[in-house]
């Protein structure tokens, strides 16, 4: 069975999410490059040719930003399957989003704790326009049971909380993934794993977040090579 796809209502939803995603991102890009729009496609299509491990550096070097504060960019399908079989195969319960925007990855999340019948996925975001495209989105495919959304300052917010938890992703600004990080050191535990998205698209500004996690005695790490690239670390 494919889990997304058996849910017709969260699947139709998603489909719409990755596709505006991908429009924003498009067309923020597009704003970003000062050539033509041949050069562009041209581009474009380099991009698409490219191992993940190079994309990032490649936009950085032609002047192309990847994360912006007034965009919803969401993670791919391939990526929010991947966190949905994550999910099952831990029999997780409490999960933590660090950065949850419209909600894509904790409709991901959610939907594996609803096909397991228990957990929360605690979402944080500081944009209300983001938090309520979240409730939203989160309401119209009957997954609210399973989201705690917090609002706030994702610093504050982790200091409120009480662990462990099973699974964190985390996926706010890239040049604070080491302070959100030993931010919630204390509510990990034995077994517990950590998700970071955009190691190869934000390769130098998670660096010190990279090189701490390989200093760690107890945590076991590695890249994985979705488009964006994704850390993926085990509490020994």
Known sequence: MHVITGNALLSERLSHLHASSEAQTYAEARRQFAGSEAEFTALAQRYA???????????????????DAALSLAISPEMGEF??????????????????SNGVSTLYFAEA?????????VATELDESKCAALRQNIAAVGLSDFVDLRRGDVFATVKQL???FDIVFIDIWADGYLDIFQAIEGLLAPGSV??????????????PFKEYLNAKPNICNTTL???????????L
Request: hydrophobic residues 45%; glycine residues 10%.
């Open 194 to 207: 950590v998700l970071a998205d955009n190691m190869f698209t934000s390769a130098e500004a998670v660096r």
């Open 49 to 67: 040719e490219l191992s993940p491990e190079s994309k990032g550096k490649f936009l950085q070097s032609h002047g192309i930003a990847v994360q």
């Open 83 to 100: 966190l949905c079989n994550m999910v099952l195969s831990k029999a997780a319960k409490s999960i933590l989003e660090l950065g949850s």
């Open 225 to 235: 090579p979705f488009e964006s690239g994704v850390e993926f670390a085990v509490v």
């Open 162 to 164: 009480d662990g462990p």
């Open 113 to 121: 704790l609803r096909l397991r019948g228990a957990g929360k996925v």
